[in-house]
């Protein structure tokens, strides 16, 4: 797959300084940390679920860093916690959905940009194609940044958003991880043709493959498709060729469907390594560097364990508290009840 | 068409703050063009919304006077017209999509149900949908398979969303501006046999918008209805009058939430009622009001809440659907079957 991007996608296109490679792997790092450690705690019983993202560190923090929280919105469905850890999210907040403290998470979507976790996962990139045109007609600068899968791209919310964006030159980056699996179906019996990226040219949308294990070849892909939506150019479908080397969720068994020889061999090299050999490459981090990056995401894991456990219930009340903005007497007369039943039991 | 136009936006600007002989298409059309002028955050789409207007015409005149950006058609696919719709919210625009007949709300109910409905709630109130999703809504026009659906019980039943349904021009151009106006999802179902019909708007008072509203005093029994039922009501009302029976007639307008306390004071004065709607039987929303009457009046009923509706049958073609929808004589019947009833 080409990139059909034009010129002007590659103006500010300066390689990343050594400072932000870095930032890159300490980013890749906490979150690795983050994501095996979730896996742990639902083994432990401090959560009850947890969808990992092992393997996909440089596909979400690579994405997500050429997002500018400042304008930008981006679209999860419910496994971009590398995401939410790279657009800065308070990470109990994000990680309360997996608690089963609130749908969506805790977070605040306005204040950080990233709208609430959710499992219809085709859904959301409507929405980001609706928050896209938005910015068309108030004439400001926002890119939205649709996350989705391979399984996804199955459902017809997505084709139908890529013909309303491609219509509307709505500015929305489409961004695909397509992780080799949609739970235990592989890609090749999910995506016909092989490639989200190809469906792009059936809508005129420039399309673009990338390695998505490679976080600096992620990151400049996104960056030249924020590019192009923001020189007014329309919307951007950037496929970011990654492996899910877990399972799809903590409920899953992947030994069903796939072997473990198989995945070393489908997995390819670790993100995290390949960064890792990069930045000693090039002189850009040392030995030092890389135990005081695992050591700090050590101690971010701990607190954000200790923020995890620390979250109670929430009230009852709030059951009744957010349906509406105006509430209803009918539901005002069942918080009632609910109340009053709840102090007889 | 453009003559067409102009008389429709004359009409919804030369007549501020009096009463005024309009259709109720003509009513909703400047409802949504003064919707427009006064939030600017205002987006009406949809498809063939823009130039041709609508297929009835509701948006007529509309891109002309606000322009494209402002009124426009999207491309022929409900479920992204109602997935824009939450993404146009989130950022701050109060959006008034059109699915263009009832039947086309199915494609959509994925965005509807799992989306619109429950963003409110998955944000903590961060997110609120201030949508009013617009269906030309009920049978009676003879049109193709899927044009002609009673889908409020499906509406109602979904945590999040609001339900309403206008029955004359009156309150079809205020409680589309109400409904417009306030941060929730609102389904606005509109009784799309009457768009054509007249009646008296006063556009300067639309009296209290929230609740039900008794469209015609009685003791004897209460009618129960709403959107294109009621005037058939009002009809069968007339008629039962000759006969000495005199029929309460209350409009329900909005199907969430329903105003209990106006059915519990109706029927509480005429201890009788029956419901009618065009919606099939089983699982409607007649069983519901059925409820909320007998919890409120049961010592005094004198009868069961009667029920008078469309059949268990997919929505049929055009020479059957006289047969489907309550007709004055089935009204009539379960009037009689009301007012007949003895004990055990």
Redesign the interface.
């Known amino acids: 797959m080409d990139s059909f991007l034009p010129a002007v996608a590659a103006a500010d296109a300066a390689p990343l300084a050594s400072e932000q490679l870095r930032e890159l792997y300490s980013l890749m790092a906490a979150v690795r940390y983050l994501d095996t450690s979730a896996v742990a705690w639902q083994r432990q019983g401090i959560i009850p679920g947890y969808a990992p993202e092992l393997g996909q560190e440089a596909a979400q923090v690579g994405s997500a860093y050429a997002l500018d929280t400042a304008r930008d ?1 981006a679209f999860p469905t419910y496994r971009e916690m590398g995401v939410a850890r790279t657009m800065g999210v308070d990470m109990v907040a994000y990680m309360s959905t997996h608690k089963a403290t ?3 998470g ?1 977070y ?3 204040a950080s940009r990233l ?2 976790i ?1 499992a ?1 996962v085709a ?1 959301s ?11 068309t ?2 004439e400001e600068p926002g890119v ?1 940044l649709s996350y989705f899968g391979d399984g996804a791209s199955s459902q ?2 997505v084709h ?2 890529m ?2 964006a491609a ?1 509307m030159k709505a500015p929305v980056v489409f961004f695909i991880q397509n992780n080799g699996w949609a739970i235990s179906v592989p890609t090749e019996r999910q995506v016909a043709g092989g490639s989200v990226a190809g469906r792009a040219a059936g809508y005129g949308i420039p399309g673009i493959q990338v390695d998505g294990n490679d976080v600096v070849a992620v990151y400049e892909a996104t960056r030249d498709a924020f590019a192009h939506c923001r020189a007014g150019n329309g919307p951007v479908v950037v496929e970011a060729m990654t492996y899910r080397r877990g399972p799809h969720s903590t409920a899953d068994d992947p030994g069903r469907y796939r072997s473990l020889d198989d995945e070393r061999i489908d997995a390819g090299k670790d993100p995290l390594e390949r960064l890792r050999e990069r930045l000693l490459a090039v002189g850009a981090a040392d030995e030092a560097f890389f135990a005081a990056a695992h050591e700090a995401a050590r101690i971010e894991e701990e607190l954000i364990r200790t923020g995890i456990e620390a979250l109670g219930p929430r009230p009852g009340t ?1 059951m009744f ?6 509430t ?4 005002e007369n069942q918080a009632t009840r609910w109340r009053e039943e709840s102090e007889h039991v | 068409m453009s003559e067409s136009t102009t008389a429709t936006l004359e009409a919804g600007t030369t007549t501020e703050s009096q009463r005024t002989h309009i259709s109720m298409q003509q009513a909703l059309n400047r409802a949504l063009d003064e919707i427009l002028s006064a939030d600017p955050k205002t987006v009406v789409f949809g498809e063939d919304c823009g130039q041709l207007g609508g297929v009835f015409r509701i948006t007529d005149g509309l891109q002309a006077k606000h322009g494209e950006s402002r009124v426009f058609d999207t491309p022929l696919a409900e479920s992204g017209i109602l997935g824009m719709s939450v993404g146009l919210a989130m950022a701050g625009f109060h959006p008034i999509p059109e699915v263009q007949f009832d039947g086309f709300a199915y494609p959509a109910i994925n965005q509807i149900v799992c989306q619109i409905a429950r963003m409110n709630y998955r944000s903590r109130g961060k997110l609120p949908m201030p949508i009013t999703l617009r269906v030309p809504s009920f049978g009676g026009i003879r049109a193709p398979e899927h044009h002609g659906e009673s889908l409020e019980a499906l509406f109602a039943h979904v945590p999040g969303l609001k339900v309403v349904s206008p029955s004359d021009p009156h309150d079809a151009y205020h409680l589309l501006k109400y409904a417009a106006s306030r941060p929730d999802p609102v389904i606005f179902m509109e009784p799309k046999s009457r768009y054509w019909q007249k009646g008296d708007v006063d556009t300067s008072d639309g009296g209290t918008l929230t609740g039900a509203r008794i469209v015609r005093p009685g003791r004897h029994l209460t009618l129960v209805a709403w959107g294109a039922m009621v005037a058939r009501c009002l009809q069968v009302a007339e008629l039962a009058a000759e006969d000495g029976i005199d029929v309460e007639v209350l409009d329900l307008r909005w199907l969430k939430p329903i105003d209990a306390q106006a059915l519990a004071t109706s029927v509480g004065k005429t201890r009788r009622a029956v419901v009618v709607h065009e919606a099939p039987l089983t699982s409607g929303l007649g069983a519901e009001v059925a409820q909320l009457i007998t919890q409120s009046c049961f010592d005094t009923l004198k009868a069961p809440v009667e029920r008078v509706t469309g059949f268990d049958v997919p929505y049929p073609s055009g020479d059957l659907e006289d047969e489907y929808i309550p007709n004055i004589d089935r009204i009539l019947l379960g009037i009689q079957r009301v007012l007949e009833y003895r004990r055990g």
């Not at chain 1, 990139?125 to 910015?135: D, E, N, R, S, Y």
């Not at chain 1, 508290?321 to 105006?326: A, T």
Request: hydrophobic share 50%; aromatic share 14%; net charge negative.
């Open positions: 919105f609130w749908h969506g805790m605040d979507p306005l709208a609430p959710q219809v859904g990139v409507l929405h980001a194609v609706g928050w896209a045109h938005g910015q007609l108030s939205a017809g919310d139908e958003a013909n309303f219509v709030e508290d957010f349906v509406f903005q105006e209803t007497p009918a539901l």
